[in-house]
């Protein structure tokens, strides 16, 4: 079972990495299309609930923010975080690829 599975992994995975130099145009664009709008998504998001969340933080105590509510609500916010970093990322990164090589630049 187990030599099966290395196998099968062996198929599966290339062994030559391929590069963003590789994947074709329409695909960055794509590609762009989908995570400027992730990003867009995330970034409102964040503009609509982080303040109300920031100025609920300022009054209340300290000792007020250990409860799960507020480790709850400062996960979701973490993670949305990330999530508009990560799509951020991605769109900057396939609009540059795409001005090297239609542009030039």
Request: aromatic content about 14%.
């Amino acid at each position: 079972m187990k030599l099966a599975l290395i196998k099968l992994a062996r198929r599966l995975i290339p062994r030559k990495r391929k590069s963003w130099d590789d994947v074709s145009s329409w695909m960055l664009v794509v590609l762009g299309l989908v995570s400027t709008t992730e990003a867009g998504y995330y970034g409102y998001v964040l503009q609509r609930f982080a303040p109300d969340f920031l100025k609920i933080v300022d009054t209340h105590t300290l000792a007020s923010w250990l409860n799960v509510t507020f480790l709850a609500c400062v996960g979701i916010l973490s993670v949305i975080g990330l999530q508009f970093f990560f799509w951020t990322v991605a769109a900057t990164g396939s609009v540059a690829l795409l001005q090297k090589r239609l542009f030039g630049t």
